[in-house]
Structure formats: structure tokens, C-alpha cells
């Protein structure tokens, strides 16, 4: 064999291992990251660790179709509470409430059971798209409640709520509560007081106003910069910040420090990939993450957590924060964002809806 043929031959055997190398390396460098196994510091072991400054941004998300569905606004906390019609005073919050209800009144000759009352209980507790509750005055304690059994009670009130994030209550859902309410006081034998129709509806009409004018749904879109994720590796360093599997499959959540409370924040991906019967083949590209305003308290500082959480993982993870359309949101918008969303929170505080409470919760779901 000559030495022409002999190099020859070495070359494409060089030129063979260089592609094989190369294409290794690309397949390598493209697949899915993987969760460290060695990392399994549970995420309490990191609460005190500091944090980096860096700069978080934001995606609002856009307006709901308009129709009966509540609107998502873009920030506008400005805009001044509706007060076309009056607002009647509460002495208590929590439960019933005459700010966010149409309360009817039931008055009894006697004293009913919670047995009874129980028994009597509409089949559905809804009138449309609306809640109703029942609730008794007991006769030991003196407070309005549930129906508890073996309690009785000296009155029941029957409410319904005026607005939800599917609107007003309207007549025809007004209508049905009132169906309701009838048997329930029948059941009881107590003597039933309806408000009018036509104020409760245009009352609810004004409450639901001001609620979509004040609803905020903020999220950001993580996107990664090079090589895409497994479940599993977002999962490894959303739980290092305290986020925990959700109910369905794709989302994690920042549970609140009191249990049975709505999540401080959400983190969503794709179903289909946590779904996946191998999900370490399963390419993520992008995730997001979520606060609703309204059902926070703004003592948990939510949107500080939420800026917080979007730039460390965007750094662990060799990601971008940007907006639906792929924008590069900076820092300096979200500052502006973070005023707007204080002067929300004025505005809730002072129409007694203050972001996490009873009341806000019910009225923004």
C-alpha cells in the first residue's frame, strides 16, 4: 500500500471522527437539561441566601373578550371608583357581606335547628354563574355562620353575589336566587324580604365596574436562550425558591404562608411535556410565570417575590424575561409597574376590597 493511500486513508478517518465528534457535540449541547441529582438541598436550605439585583420584566396580560367575561385591565389604578349608586356600610366582613352580596333577610317565630336548616339547603348553591350561601344566626353566640348540626339558630339571611370575574349579577340570575331563597324560607317556615330587583342588579352593575376597571393578572414569559429544559430541570430550580408541584400536571405554585390560602405566585409549562412517558426527552422553550393581584395580600410583597424568582431563574437556567411576543422587557418598566401596581393597592384598600382579603378573593374569582 502506498503512502498516498495510506494518508489518504487517515484523513477520512480523521474527517469521519471529526463529524461523529461534532454531531455528539451538537446533540449534546441541543438536548433537554437534566436535573442534577447530586443537588438535593431542600429549598428552606436557601431562604437566607442573598439574592442578586437583576433586572426582572414584565408581561401584563391582555384584555379578556369583552362580553359578560371580566376585563383584565392594563394598569390604570388611577381611574376612580363609580359612585352613581350608594354603597351600603357593613359592621362585619367575612361571609356575607352587603358590600359584595345581596343579602335577604329570613325571620323566624320560633327556633330553627341546624338540622333543618341543612336539610332545607337549595340542591345547588349557585344562581347562574353567581354564588349563594345560607347562613344562620346562632343562638348561643350571637354570629351569623353556616348551618352547624345540632346548633339552632333565631334568623337565617340568604345571599347572593353581585359580581364575579363573569360579570354582574343580572335579572334573570337575580330571578333564580330568589326561587332559591323562597323554598329555603319556606322549608324553615320564616317570612322572607327580598331588596328590589332593579337597584340590587344596577348596584351590581356599578361593583362590577369598578372591579374590572381594578383587576390585574400580571405574568412573565421565561424563555431560554439556548438549550431547551426537561421538566424535571425546571422543576430542580423552581423548588429551590420555594415553588411546589400544583395540581396539574405543567404548574408549580408559591403556596402562601397560611394554609388554605390562594398561591403567592404561579408557574405554568407545558402539560404535554410533564405528561410525556419519557419526560427527560421533553423540550421546554419557555415558561411563565403568574400573579393574580386581587388574591394576595400585599403584605407578602408579591410582585418583589415575583421579580425576584423570574431574574434568579432566568440566571440559573440561561434564560430571558420577556413579554408574549418575545420583547426583552428591562428593569426600569418594571419600577414603573411596581408605582402602579402600590396605587392598585391604595385603591382596594380604600373601597374596603384590599388585595388578599375575604372579600377581594370572592369578588376577583
Not at 431562604?47 to 437583576?54: G, L, N, S, T, V
Not at 366582613?93 to 323566624?108: E, H, N, Q, T, Y
Not at 432566568?314 to 426600569?332: F, N
Not at 392598585?344 to 372579600?359: H, K, Q, V
Request: no cysteine; glycine share 8%; net charge negative.
Amino acid at each position: 500500500m502506498s503512502s498516498l493511500t495510506v494518508a489518504l486513508a487517515i484523513l477520512g478517518g480523521l474527517t469521519l471522527a471529526a463529524v461523529v465528534g461534532y454531531n455528539a457535540w451538537t446533540s449534546h449541547r441541543n438536548a433537554p437539561r437534566q436535573p442534577d441529582a447530586r443537588n438535593t438541598q431542600p429549598p428552606e436550605a436557601e431562604d437566607d441566601a442573598p439574592q442578586e439585583d437583576r433586572e426582572p420584566v414584565l408581561h401584563v396580560d391582555p384584555h379578556r373578550a369583552a362580553g359578560t367575561e371580566r376585563h383584565e385591565p392594563l394598569f390604570d389604578p388611577a381611574l376612580p371608583a363609580p359612585s352613581a349608586l350608594p354603597v351600603p356600610s357593613a359592621e362585619r366582613r367575612g361571609g356575607l357581606d352587603p358590600l359584595i352580596d345581596v343579602i335577604a333577610p329570613i325571620s323566624l317565630e320560633g327556633l330553627a335547628s341546624g338540622d333543618a336548616a341543612i336539610a332545607a339547603m337549595p340542591a345547588t348553591r349557585r344562581a347562574g354563574s353567581k354564588p349563594v350561601a345560607v347562613e344562620g344566626l346562632n343562638e348561643h353566640t350571637g354570629a351569623w355562620e353556616p348551618a352547624v348540626p345540632g346548633q339552632r339558630y333565631s334568623a337565617f339571611q340568604v345571599g347572593v353575589q353581585l359580581a364575579n370575574r363573569t360579570g354582574a349579577l343580572n335579572e334573570i340570575e337575580y330571578s333564580e336566587f330568589v326561587v332559591k331563597a323562597q323554598a329555603f324560607a319556606d322549608a324553615v317556615n320564616g317570612a322572607l324580604e327580598f331588596p328590589e330587583m332593579l337597584d340590587e342588579v344596577a348596584r351590581a352593575r356599578e361593583l362590577d365596574q369598578f372591579a374590572s376597571s381594578h383587576d390585574a393578572q400580571l405574568s412573565f414569559v421565561l424563555r431560554a436562550r439556548h438549550a431547551a429544559w426537561s421538566p424535571g430541570y425546571v422543576q430542580q430550580n423552581a423548588s429551590r425558591l420555594g415553588f411546589v408541584p400544583g395540581m396539574i400536571p405543567g404548574r408549580m405554585v408559591l403556596p402562601a404562608a397560611e394554609l388554605g390560602l390562594p398561591p403567592i405566585l404561579g408557574l405554568s409549562f407545558d402539560t404535554q411535556a410533564a405528561l410525556a412517558d419519557d419526560p427527560a426527552q421533553s423540550a421546554i422553550r419557555q415558561l411563565s410565570i403568574s400573579l393574580d393581584v386581587p388574591q394576595v395580600d400585599r403584605e407578602e410583597k408579591p410582585f418583589e417575590r415575583m421579580r425576584n424568582a423570574a431574574s434568579a431563574l432566568a440566571h440559573d437556567m440561561d434564560g430571558i424575561v420577556t413579554d408574549s411576543d418575545g420583547q426583552l422587557l428591562r428593569g426600569e418598566t418594571m419600577d414603573a409597574i411596581g408605582v402602579d401596581l402600590e396605587q392598585l393597592y391604595d385603591t382596594l384598600d380604600a373601597r374596603d376590597l384590599s388585595a388578599g382579603s375575604p372579600l377581594a378573593r370572592r369578588l376577583f374569582s
